[in-house]
């Protein structure tokens, strides 16, 4: 009844349902029913409830969290492996282009397709590993500050979650806060690494990110969403990491294109794409 609530009232006040799914959302959801459960109930209650709640939702999730974690370090070496052999095939790239296009221009305006994506995706590569380490060097600090166990893997988790739109943030809030109410009989290390790593993973991708990338790669977060949902539904971890880059190819191509250029607009921001074509 809640969850319909919650989720109608939303539709009925001309939002979506894709808003409801961020890290500050749930920050809010979390602290607010926290402080309105510790208003009605003594505080000995409330700490009973939750230790005695942590033996019925954690295992699972932890069993979940576990297996998305080795499913992560195995596409990890399935990346690099794919990276090596395209590196490779680099070589003599160039020379397959001049043989297919020739001299003239269509090979000149097919070079500044592919440069314009080679410049993009490694500014979205860049800004987004500098930031995952800084958010799992913070993270990792106030992890071992709390006295969290494992706190190096999960500062390492925390760095992969962070390229996995919108679920990534809220994965590295949550893992990290579930295992402290399986380690501590107190509430204080959960409260602390909920808050302190929830307020970081929401400045960092709500405010310092944005505030980089600006408007250079220029995808709507409703785009960025639906992606996120049909290439993990068809390539699992691997597409909830690609997602994004496959987008922002996507949207490139089709802006050079009169007949596709509608579609790209679409799947903008804000529908200002570059006035090329092919």
């Not at 808003?19 to 409330?46: C, E, R």
């Amino acid at each position: 009844i809640g969850l319909v609530a919650i989720v109608g009232g939303q539709l009925l006040e001309g939002g979506h349902v894709g808003s409801l799914v961020q890290p500050t959302a749930l920050l809010i959801v979390l602290g607010g029913t926290l402080g309105a459960v510790l208003l009605q109930s003594p505080f000995h209650i409330f700490k009973r409830g939750m230790l005695m709640a942590k033996w019925v939702w954690v295992p699972p999730l932890i069993e979940q969290i576990e297996e998305l974690a080795a499913s992560i370090v195995s596409v990890t070496g399935i990346v690099l492996i794919y990276a090596g052999f395209l590196f490779v095939e680099q070589v003599h790239f160039r020379r397959k282009l001049s043989i297919l296009f020739g001299s003239g221009g269509q090979q000149a305006r097919v070079r500044s397709v592919l440069e314009q994506i080679d410049r993009d995706i490694r500014t979205y590569v860049r800004i987004k590993t500098t930031l995952a380490a800084a958010t799992s060097g913070l993270a990792y600090i106030v992890m071992r500050w709390t006295g969290v166990d494992f706190a190096g893997f999960w500062a390492v988790m925390i760095f992969f979650f962070y390229y996995i739109p919108t679920i990534g943030s809220i994965l590295a809030i949550v893992a990290p806060a579930l295992l402290t109410l399986v380690q501590f009989d107190h509430l204080t290390p959960f409260l602390i690494v909920l808050f302190v790593i929830g307020t970081i993973q929401i400045v960092m991708a709500n405010i310092i990110e944005p505030a980089i990338l600006g408007s250079s790669l220029n995808l709507s977060p409703l785009v960025v969403i639906v992606s996120l949902m049909v290439w993990s539904t068809i390539w699992g971890v691997v597409g909830m990491f690609l997602c994004v880059p496959i987008m922002v190819v996507l949207m490139i191509v089709l802006a050079h294109f009169e007949t596709t250029r509608p579609v790209a607009v679409l799947l903008s921001a804000d529908g200002d794409i570059p006035q090329t074509s092919l």
